[in-house]
């Protein structure tokens, strides 16, 4: 297997999107706090009013926080958005920009997605920045164009040095909350776009690359020996310990079957 970006561990990472309440979150966190590590960078990424709880509960342990979004500016008149600089003050360490669902429903352009990544280096976080096409888009031989614009609109913003420390996420739109998963030959094409739009930008970067969409225990088996495959955006599953730790252990036996 190649080296997985620079050799970090790979990156597990639970997004659990509109979901959670105060208690079943403390039997969660709990869970995931008390197991082993497994040699892969667990991360949670609850909602916005449970990131205090969260960061609580996850003190002294080795699970980071992440946020699902962050605000395109960092401070000012934009009720409802929550600034780049609060969840760095709460503990968080990544925060997920660009998501599909961010991108279809509130208006997350390119542009404003560029704005949230750059915000989050120059608060500490660590950007996931999630990209994808649509299925129209992927049946019309699309997806390399509209990765690349994604891509673009962002990488050119950024040095070396944050292209580098960038977190990708793949997310074929037509995968996401249906069940329906990428086949490991078209994981691989994209991630491989992915790496050629990069190395256009910084050729000496090299980000980690996820894959997200329906991510289960059962498509981790194949995922995770993909080359390619630094880690894991995962939705649904990452809601229950035990899918997500089977997810994060599909990925450290994958690593341990490389060194062997």
């Known amino acids: ?62 699970v980071a926080l992440g946020a699902q979004n962050c605000g395109h500016a960092a401070a000012g008149a934009y009720t409802g958005e929550v600034a ?23 208006g997350d352009d390119d542009a404003r997605v560029a704005a949230k990544t750059a915000l989050a280096f120059e608060h500490g976080l660590t950007p996931i920045l999630c990209v994808g096409e649509t299925l129209a888009q992927y049946e019309a031989g699309q997806a390399t164009a509209v990765i690349d614009g994604q891509l673009d609109a962002v990488l050119g913003t950024l040095d070396a040095g944050r ?32 790496a050629a739009a990069v190395a256009r930008h910084a050729a000496s970067a090299r980000p980690q690359l996820l894959y997200g969409g329906s991510v289960t225990a059962a498509t981790a088996q194949w995922l995770a020996p993909l080359a390619r495959v630094d880690g894991v955006l995962v939705g ?19 690593g341990q079957t490389a060194r062997g």
């Open 1 to 62: 297997m190649a080296n997985h970006a620079n050799n970090r561990p790979r990156l597990i990472v639970g997004n659990w999107k509109m979901n959670g309440s105060l208690a079943a979150n403390a039997a969660l966190l709990d869970a995931l706090a008390q197991a082993p590590a497994a040699g892969c960078a667990r991360v949670v990424c609850p909602p916005f009013p449970y990131l205090a709880q969260a960061a609580t509960l996850l003190a002294g342990s080795e």
């Open 84 to 106: 780049a600089p609060m969840l760095a003050e709460l503990g968080c360490r990544y925060v997920i920009v660009g998501h599909s669902e961010r991108r279809a429903m509130f």
């Open 163 to 194: 292209i580098d420390r960038l977190v990708i996420a793949y997310e074929p739109i037509w995968a996401i909350g249906t069940g329906r998963s990428a086949s490991a030959e078209q994981v691989d094409a994209a991630l491989e776009r992915i």
């Open 236 to 254: 649904g599953a990452s809601l229950q310990a035990e899918a997500f730790l089977a997810i994060e252990q599909a990925f450290a036996a994958a």
